[in-house]
């Protein structure tokens, strides 16, 4: 069936470092993906997604591209900051839009 | 805008006892989602109503969960008895509609603790 694959954390960054948190995923046809973000004390928030393959989706300084080919959706931030602190969750949506698989969530601390 | 209401954050019971969370989704939303979140896990789809008919409820452990959304608006989540295992967060979350087009907010969740 389908699923997301995340790799795990957690992550410790100073400031102004490059992030990359890698996400995999298997699914049957043409899924939406996304990138939620779950601040301490907070719920859930998407904090961006793609549709199709080659889609890039950008918010807040943070990217990441669906590729088809590698089936990958890997959230990219060039400079991070001590806010951005918080745990990162890939998801996927199938085809039908009815199922809605999470990843295991990567924890990211960015110290000053 | 108000976003989705979750009550109560925290419970703590014994196993076998039962329990009940409520959500009141985000006005107008018609979808709503009950999700399942094991510490050091992602969240697990429980079930998704359509206003106030039931979409997919494949992963709701139906001998023990129940869920309702009477009238299309609030929802209820009962677990009856519970297990140690069913010790997690219950997130509830709504969108617009149905479909990976319509974003899904979060309720800040119920942490559920069975003793």
């Known amino acids: 069936g389908d699923s997301v694959t995340q790799m795990e954390g957690p992550v410790t960054l100073s400031e102004e470092a490059f992030l990359t948190i890698n996400c995999t995923y298997t699914?049957?046809?043409?899924?939406?993906l996304f990138w939620y973000v779950q601040y301490p004390g907070e719920g859930l928030q998407l904090l961006l997604k793609?549709?199709?393959?080659?889609d890039k989706g950008s918010n807040k300084g943070f990217e990441a591209t669906y590729r088809k080919e590698t089936t990958s959706f890997h959230l990219e931030k060039g400079s991070v900051q001590v806010s951005d602190s918080a745990v990162y969750f890939c998801?996927?949506?199938?085809?039908?839009?009815?199922?809605?698989?999470f990843g295991t969530g990567t924890s990211l601390t960015v110290i000053p | 805008e108000a976003g989705v209401a979750q009550s109560p954050r925290y419970k703590i019971i014994e196993k076998r006892q039962s329990v009940a969370f409520w959500c009141n989704p985000i006005?107008?939303?018609?979808?709503l989602y009950w999700y399942q979140q094991i510490l050091g896990q992602g969240p697990k789809l429980l079930i998704q109503?359509?206003?106030?008919?039931?979409?997919?409820d494949s992963q709701l452990p139906k001998d023990r969960f129940s869920a309702e959304r009477l009238k299309g608006v609030d929802s209820t989540l009962k677990i009856q008895p519970a297990k140690l295992e069913d010790s997690a967060v219950y997130l509830c979350?709504?969108?617009?509609?149905?479909?990976?087009?319509?974003?899904?907010?979060f309720g800040p969740g119920t942490r559920l603790t069975v003793t």
């Open positions: 979350a709504s969108s617009l509609a149905s479909g990976p087009r319509y974003e899904q907010y």
């Open positions: 699914a049957t046809g043409y899924p939406s």
């Open positions: 793609a549709t199709k393959a080659d």
């Open positions: 998801a996927l949506s199938s085809n039908t839009g009815n199922q809605f698989y």
């Open positions: 006005s107008g939303h018609a979808t």
């Open positions: 109503f359509q206003n106030n008919g039931v979409v997919d």
